[in-house]
């Protein structure tokens, strides 16, 4: 786990024990009806619920959410790769030929109406995830298992999932795990091709030790600690109570963060960071790493888009590492990102390709090559045509993020001076990231939380007749980036398998089906009342049943 702060910032962040001494420290102070005194936490959230449905679910933002809903069938650490420990799952082993894990699992665990959870959910929601009626993004989990036996039960308490090849044990583990289940008695008659729609997307299900107890329409979710959790006692709440407050402005979610409204607030912007580390010692900034990064996509279905010595002229056109010095730099003089040459997270060091050039700012060569391109202003209007066609096109983002807001302003006016139209949209997150994924757009400014395991099929692999992948919202397509991913993934010996990677990060990003612009070092501040927060690469909210306040420094009493 690897968690930064400004060095005048006390690290707050070392692993605790959740056992008996602490506990009654906790529960010292007691409220006038002789409960625990216990406090809220209150997050400031950039739009509302997308889909809580795991299969469907496409947002970071959701996922945090789900992640303290669920008790996952593994535990998730990570340095330079995830490491696992057990959850659902008590202890797990490969065969000899590492083609099949065997899994032992709790019995003990129910759904919050009381039905046992059961390998039968597992099983129903990795079905689920086959089916092409569900269109699931996650579809790439299933291609290498085999059907039937994904997974196989055995018994109540046992089950195996049968590979069709081994690969990376990381990469198969995370395969085998990180489709959260689904409540099977609940879904099974459910109309496969309108999941997105179901119910239990906006009322979803918990057996974890979190609940949803409600939710208010572009108003606030609210999270409680599930009564009826029957897991093990170190996953049961301190906090009382989590609300997402629903605050789409960027600057209003700063003026109630300043105001004591909210408590937490990701993405600070760096300008923002550095008044807030001068004006307000009761804000602590915690800086995740890289886990999240900015592209500005380009919908390669679209004529203006369709050739690749257009787009590299596009990437010699804007100057990133101004925009960087401009968007990501604090005044101390440190830049809070790295360029970024793919979607594979630099904090994966081992397959991290320092070798790859970028493409330079050159605006010369960016107009000669868009020249040679067929791209001229041939009536002098200042604006390149072709064909009797001005290269215009919409640039669209979602509303409420005032990063992207401004690389909208830059790029903007670096392609201006090169004769292009850049018309800037700003559209509601969920509606904007469901525009991605029907390839609704021209151009768009977007981002990944990044997968901290190497599968990049369902962004990079092309979209077949018995396959669509949903991620992939640019309709790429290179037969040899396809191959190059087919061999990484049957590739057993990681250490084997990072050239490959290398090797496949070079040829997407020499095609430029995105402008690939930078991993940020993002800022997330917290009101320091809260100790023991876990707020790293796998999660602004991990491990949200850890986070505490001392009784004497409660803030919300009832």
């Known amino acids: 786990m690897r968690v930064w702060k400004w060095a005048s910032v006390v690290t707050l962040l070392a692993t605790v024990s959740c056992g008996g001494a602490e506990k009654e420290k906790k529960i010292s102070a007691m409220n006038p009806e002789g409960e625990p005194v216990r406090d809220t936490l209150v997050v400031g959230y950039i739009s509302d619920i997308g889909n809580l449905i795991s299969v469907v679910s496409e947002t970071a933002a959701d996922s945090d959410i789900m992640g303290n809903l669920s008790f996952g069938l593994v535990q998730s650490e990570f340095d330079c790769k995830l490491i696992y420990s057990p959850a659902m799952a008590k202890s797990w082993e490969w065969n000899e030929d590492g083609t099949v894990i065997t899994m032992k699992l709790r019995n003990d665990i129910l759904w919050d109406d009381g039905t046992p959870l059961s390998a039968h959910d597992l099983e129903f929601s990795y079905e689920l995830v086959a089916d092409p009626k569900v269109a699931s993004a996650r579809l790439g989990y299933v291609e290498y298992l085999k059907e039937g036996k994904r997974p196989l039960i055995i018994d109540d308490e046992t089950i195996e999932w049968h590979f069709t090849h081994a690969y990376d044990q990381t990469t198969q583990l995370a395969h085998a795990s990180s489709v959260g289940a689904l409540p099977k008695h609940i879904l099974k008659d459910a109309d496969r091709a309108s999941l997105r729609t179901h119910a239990l997307s906006k009322e979803p299900m918990s057996n974890g030790p979190w609940k949803m107890t409600a939710w208010e329409p572009n108003q606030r979710i609210v999270l409680e600690p599930n009564e009826k959790f029957t897991g093990p006692d170190e996953f049961k709440p301190y906090l009382k109570k989590v609300i997402f407050k629903i605050i789409p402005e960027y600057s209003t979610r700063m003026l109630e963060l300043e105001s004591g409204k909210i408590d937490m607030m990701q993405s600070i912007l760096v300008v923002d960071a550095d008044r807030l580390r001068k004006e307000h010692p009761e804000i602590d900034l915690v800086r995740r790493g890289y886990r999240s990064m900015d592209y500005m996509a380009w919908n390669l279905t679209n004529p203006l888009f369709s050739d690749k010595k257009v787009r590299q002229a596009l990437a010699h056109a804007v100057d990133i590492e101004k925009m960087m010095g401009k968007l990501l730099k604090s005044d101390t003089g440190e830049v809070f990102g790295t360029r970024a040459t793919g979607t594979l997270t630099p904090e994966l060091c081992d397959i991290r390709n320092d070798d790859m050039a970028v493409f330079d700012h050159d605006m010369e060569k960016a107009k000669s090559m868009l020249a040679e391109a067929g791209w001229t202003d041939t009536n002098g209007d200042g604006i390149l045509d072709k064909d009797g066609k001005d290269f215009k096109f919409t640039l669209a983002t979602n509303s409420g993020n005032a990063r992207r807001a401004e690389i909208q302003v830059l790029v903007q006016a670096a392609l201006k001076d090169v004769g292009i139209v850049a018309q800037p949209e700003f559209i509601e997150s969920n509606a904007f990231f469901e525009n991605l994924r029907k390839r609704d757009f021209d151009a768009a400014i977007a981002g990944w939380s990044a997968g901290l395991f190497v599968d990049p ?61 930078w991993w940020m070092d993002e800022i997330i501040a917290i009101n320091n009342r809260f100790e023991d927060y876990e707020i790293n690469l796998l999660s602004p909210l991990n491990n949200l049943q850890r986070w505490k306040v001392q009784p004497e420094n409660v803030k919300y009493k009832r």
């Open 457 to 517: 099929s369902s962004i990079w692999g092309a979209d077949t007749p018995e396959k669509r992948n949903e991620f992939n919202f640019t309709s790429y397509n290179n037969p040899e980036v396809d191959a190059l991913i087919k061999q990484g993934l049957a590739t057993p010996d990681p250490a084997e398998a990072a050239p490959i990677w290398r090797e496949m990060q070079a040829k997407i990003y020499e095609d430029q089906p995105y402008m690939f612009l």
